[in-house]
């Protein structure tokens, strides 16, 4: 069996301060890390892997420091690893890492199951698993907990509202994993000297995958980013217990922190 | 001269960095308080290929040499000694011994579960009348057929008790002393004759244990003579010249937590309307902290890297030790001043941080005889006779 | 009626933009519902997409799959002007591959230039599936949704790291249609006008072939919350020696059990007995960092704020005003914890 699993980086949110007042990041320590919930991914994957037969492949696509995030994902537990990588696809967006990963995947072939995380933390972009799935024609569950296989049937608890359900489907299949759905394992010392110093990544670039610069034109633009209003301490709630509670109770609801 | 880590150390700190915090720093005061040893922490440990890191990958280490070790040690270091201090006994000198000196058979049957994880290893080299000088030992052990006989006992040997496999020292030619004399042998717990005797109440490292070990007439097949018949003092020495380099390692990441801490209490706490951060005396120790430590760790390392790269580093690793340990005591002790009576209390990780420190100064040579062999060893690179 | 109802439906400007997709119109809503009732994002997806609707000088679609026409008329009720129903068998229970094609043929057909799903358990499976289909691509997980009336296209604030700052990002003018999804809880949600009227049009669906190839076993509606480490938990109530007794902590409790959240003490409530050493949080303790701390009877000494001062949002209930915790709390009450705590789950069960 081989499952396939994308892997994004985003910049390691311990090396950064946000600052509201200067409307500012500021980066103390530039770092990658993978994309936790990428993480999760590659937990169910492997987790399937030591269950029974199976062989993962991590691929990921755009700039060239991702031979890092492949080679950790490797040290987890990763049999191979296929880096997309050169000028034109550093520069794409996240709609065209995804077409570049869908011909990736492609050209593996052969795949029996794709596990993906279900977003990234650093943008919040939930696009990739689903549209993956479309590309290649498979079937495709959302909001994934656990999976297991039997006879070429896999099963998977997934989030439904305020519960989970129990579903089957058949292979070939495309999995996204919820966020926080396990603990992923740490990656195990002695594979990552051997995945530094022993095992290769695979790397293909635009042309290999049939694609052209107009191709991987971005079809967003960025402009920028918004801050949260700067954090003021020391505001007092007065009035009947009703009344406070009432106002302290609209107050969390508007900021959504329940 | 390249002064960078490569990505493979970059990565192996930050999964460890990312193990100590997640799952050794909650049981640190827990293990102190309790006075046992982090069993729960070991498997986890050992599943990740943290007991056997120096030892190459086809004996099931993690092939990620002495600097490996000592990046681990380091970071066990800033959470939790004790832990430090089980690992450290298991792999830089119990398993050591083995790897250094083992035949390939013996690396086979003792080296790979030990490097795996799946037993725990003890290096038993002191006993009651002989410490700093170890060539005093008195366990004898006696040829008889396939076997030798081991009478004597082991005193203060870290993960005793808990060990499987334990390399111990005996003598097999009295008349010939240490050189010659003493010759080292693998001992599994379960060999008839081995027993365990006290375990030591502690003033720090409380989440390691300390046990007595007694051999009556104790059985030991002759396969398990490890290294040269008589050469065993060679054997142990060496395995304590590397074991010294992780130990400073772990006194790094000791100092360094120690002046992280002060550093973020001074920022917050205040005393006649200032931060106390602000006072030039708290900066002044920790600039001082901060200089110590930025030396030790260019020393460790650089050791690390004398000891990969196969280049004499017995003087050095000598350094290293008495510098760790003297660093890490003085770091912790400024950063308890700093902390003022919060440092005092059980309650907070300072106080431990201090009993634990201490040992670092006595066990696997005191500061005193790694001096001697520092300047020794410098007597003799100067070609100085000292000696009639 | 009320006031502010009355203002936005006289009161706003209209700014609309000139057309420029070639056939591209008007503003979807895809809802989605759970069983017979529509989730809460649907309702919020219309408030804003009548917002965008009157810039763009467009109308508000609404899609239901698989509901009836009482469903239909709730999302005209909320907004929509005009409800496209797919009510075929096929559709009543959610199945992606039937859902995703009754939805792209819709959409092939009626060319949106805008369409709205919501982050949830169905919005986020077909919108990118959707996406593909239609050779577009779908912003997810929006907070906010605005236009750039100059190229006629949606920008939109997608939380960065949870929340910590956003991206803000605008669709190119040659993606059509826009897709995006909203997450729940970013808009609020519209006044039911029950006075609205507006068409209903059954649309037939051709699912030939077209199998759902996952298949539900068992569906459990609502799981038990497990307790997670304080140092992970998003919500946290912790006691004080304030609380007075273990009478007073079992409030605490109650309140953490109301929000789904854990508790914890400080020393104080340590001291007293009332919780577990594990669960102390401070320099002796445990460090957090979740979305809200509640201290409930809790001075607030250097000792406790160190190991809660990444805490995003602070409550601090305290008698006394003069108490250091009130300094450092984004919203401080005065007040005796032991009738201001029942009033706070009173409030939260309203
Ligand atoms: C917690 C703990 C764990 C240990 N673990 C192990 C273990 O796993 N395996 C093992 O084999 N041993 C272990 N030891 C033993 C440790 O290595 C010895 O305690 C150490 O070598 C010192 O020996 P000693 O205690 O007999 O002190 P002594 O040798 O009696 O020394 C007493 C003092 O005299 C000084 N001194 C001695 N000789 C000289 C000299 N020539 N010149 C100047 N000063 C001198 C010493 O520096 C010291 O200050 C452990 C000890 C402890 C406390
Ligand atoms: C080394 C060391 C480590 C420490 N570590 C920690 C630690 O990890 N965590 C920790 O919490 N502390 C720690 N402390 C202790 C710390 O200094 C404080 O003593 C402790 O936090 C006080 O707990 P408290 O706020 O619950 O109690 P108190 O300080 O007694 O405060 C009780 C508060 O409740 C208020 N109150 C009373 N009645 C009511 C009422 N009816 N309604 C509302 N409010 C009321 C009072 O106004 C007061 O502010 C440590 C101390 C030392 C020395």
């Known amino acids: 069996m081989r499952i396939i699993v994308p892997i994004r980086q985003i910049l390691d949110p311990r090396g950064f301060t946000v600052s509201p007042r200067h409307e500012r990041i500021f980066i103390n320590r530039e770092e990658y890390i993978i994309n936790p919930n990428d993480k999760n991914a590659l937990e169910v994957a492997l987790s399937l892997k030591d269950a029974g037969e199976a062989e993962v492949i991590v691929i990921a696509g755009g700039q060239a420091r991702l031979d890092d995030a492949l080679r950790e994902a490797m040290a987890m537990g990763a049999d191979a690893a296929y880096l997309l990588t050169d000028e034109v696809l550093a520069k794409t967006d996240a709609a065209g890492v995804a077409e570049a990963l869908a011909r990736g995947i492609e050209k593996i072939g052969d795949f029996d199951l794709i596990v993906v995380g279900q977003e990234t933390l650093d943008t919040a972009d939930a696009q990739l698993g689903p549209w993956l799935a479309e590309y290649l024609g498979v079937a495709q569950v959302g909001g994934v907990r656990q999976a297991s296989i039997s006879d070429g049937v896999l099963r998977v608890r997934r989030n439904w509202g305020a519960g989970y359900a129990e579903v089957e489907v058949a292979l070939p299949a495309l999995l996204t994993v919820a966020s926080g759905a396990n603990k992923p394992r740490y990656p195990h010392g002695g594979r990552i000297m051997a995945a530094y110093r022993e095992w290769q990544v695979i790397t293909w670039n635009s042309e290999d995958l049939g694609l052209t610069a107009a191709d991987l034109a971005p079809l967003t633009q960025g402009r920028g980013r918004a801050f949260p209003p700067e954090r003021t301490l020391g505001e007092r709630l007065t009035g009947s217990p009703q009344d406070v509670a009432a106002e302290l109770v609209q107050q969390l609801r508007l900021r959504r922190i329940i | ?388 | 009626m009320d006031l502010d109802y009355l203002q936005m439906l006289m009161g706003e400007e209209e700014v609309v933009v000139e057309e420029k997709g070639e056939g591209y119109r008007n503003i979807w809503v895809v809802a989605e519902r759970a069983g017979d009732e529509l989730v809460p994002v649907t309702l919020e997806m219309l408030n804003q997409a009548r917002q965008l609707a009157s810039t763009l000088g467009a109308y508000v679609m609404a899609v239901l799959l698989g509901g009836d026409e009482a469903l239909a008329q709730e999302l005209i009720y909320y907004g929509a002007d005009k409800v496209f129903l797919c009510d075929d068998p096929a559709l009543k229970d959610y199945a992606l591959e039937p859902y995703a094609k009754a939805l792209g043929d819709l959409f092939a057909e009626k060319m949106p230039e805008i369409v709205l799903f919501g982050a949830a358990d169905v919005g986020s499976e077909l919108a990118p599936r959707l996406a593909r289909r239609l050779g577009t691509i779908v912003l997810t997980n929006c907070t906010g949704l605005t236009l750039d009336a100059a190229q006629r296209t949606l920008v939109c604030t997608m939380p960065a790291y949870g929340g910590e700052y956003s991206e803000v990002v605008a669709f190119s003018p040659e993606v059509h249609p826009q897709m995006v999804t909203v997450r729940p809880g970013a808009f609020g949600r519209p006044y039911r006008d029950e006075y609205r009227s507006a068409e209903v049009e059954t649309v037939a669906v051709d699912l030939d072939g077209v199998q759902p190839r996952v298949k539900v076993l068992n569906v459990v509606a609502q799981v038990e919350r497990e307790p997670v480490p304080l140092d992970k938990a998003r919500i946290i109530v912790s006691a004080g020696r304030g609380m007075g007794d273990a009478e007073g902590f079992a409030l605490v409790e109650k309140l953490a059990a109301a929000l789904g959240g854990e508790v914890a003490g400080s020393r104080g409530a340590v001291d007293e007995g009332w919780i577990d050493e594990e669960k102390q949080v401070g320099m002796g303790g445990v460090t957090v960092r979740p979305d809200l701390y509640i201290a409930c009877g809790i001075s607030g000494a250097i000792q406790h704020y160190l190991g809660m001062e990444e805490a995003k949002f602070v409550v601090a209930v305290n008698a006394d005003e003069n108490a250091p915790i009130l300094k450092v709390a984004d919203v401080g009450i005065v007040g005796d914890a032991k009738e201001v705590i029942p009033a706070i789950i009173e409030a939260l069960g309203a």
């Open chain 2, 1 to 388: 001269m390249d002064f960078t880590f490569p990505k493979e150390y970059e990565l192996f700190r930050r999964m460890v960095r990312e193990f100590a915090e997640n799952e050794v720093r909650p049981l640190a005061k827990k293990v102190d308080a309790e006075h046992r040893v982090p069993f729960e922490t070991i498997k986890k440990a050992a599943k990740l290929g943290l007991m056997g890191v120096p030892f190459p990958r086809k004996y099931g280490g993690s092939g990620a040499g002495e600097t490996g070790y000592c990046i681990l040690m380091e970071e066990l270091g800033k959470v939790c000694t004790s832990t430090a201090t089980v690992i450290g006994a298991h792999t830089g000198i119990g398993a050591m011994a083995i790897y250094l000196d083992g035949t390939e058979e013996q690396k086979e049957k003792y080296l790979k579960p030990l490097a795996s994880g799946e037993k725990i290893a003890a290096f038993a080299l002191t006993e009651a009348q002989a410490g700093s000088d170890a060539a005093a030992i008195k366990t004898r052990a006696v040829r008889d057929g396939d076997y030798y006989v081991l009478n004597g006992s082991k005193c203060f040997i870290t993960n005793g008790d808990i060990a499987d496999i334990i390399t111990v020292m005996a003598v097999t030619d009295p008349s010939l002393g240490a050189r010659g004399g003493v010759t080292a042998f693998i001992v599994e717990k379960g060999f008839p004759g081995f027993s365990i005797g006290t375990l030591e109440n502690k003033m720090g490292i409380r989440g390691s244990s300390t046990a007595e070990l007694i051999f009556e007439d104790c059985r030991v097949p002759k396969e398990n003579v490890l290294g040269q018949f008589g050469a065993g003092f060679i054997t142990f020495m060496k395995t304590l010249d590397i074991g010294r380099a992780s130990l400073a390692a772990a006194c790094l990441g000791g100092a360094q937590a120690a002046m992280e801490g002060a550093m973020r209490w001074a920022a917050v706490r205040s005393q006649f309307g200032v931060p106390i951060a602000q006072k030039q005396s708290v900066h002044f120790a920790i600039a001082d902290m901060a200089t110590e430590i930025e030396a030790l760790r260019s020393l460790v390392y650089r050791t690390a890297w004398l000891i990969d790269t196969g280049q004499p580093h017995v003087k050095e690793a000598a350094m290293c030790k008495v510098y760790g340990s003297e660093v890490a005591s003085r770091c912790i002790n400024r950063a308890l001043q700093i902390f003022g009576g919060m440092g005092y209390s059980r309650e907070f990780w300072v106080e431990r941080a201090f009993r634990d420190a201490r040992i670092a100064e006595i066990f696997e040579g005191t500061s005193e005889i790694q001096r001697i062999v520092i300047a020794s060893n410098l007597f003799r690179e100067m070609g100085l006779r000292i000696s009639p």
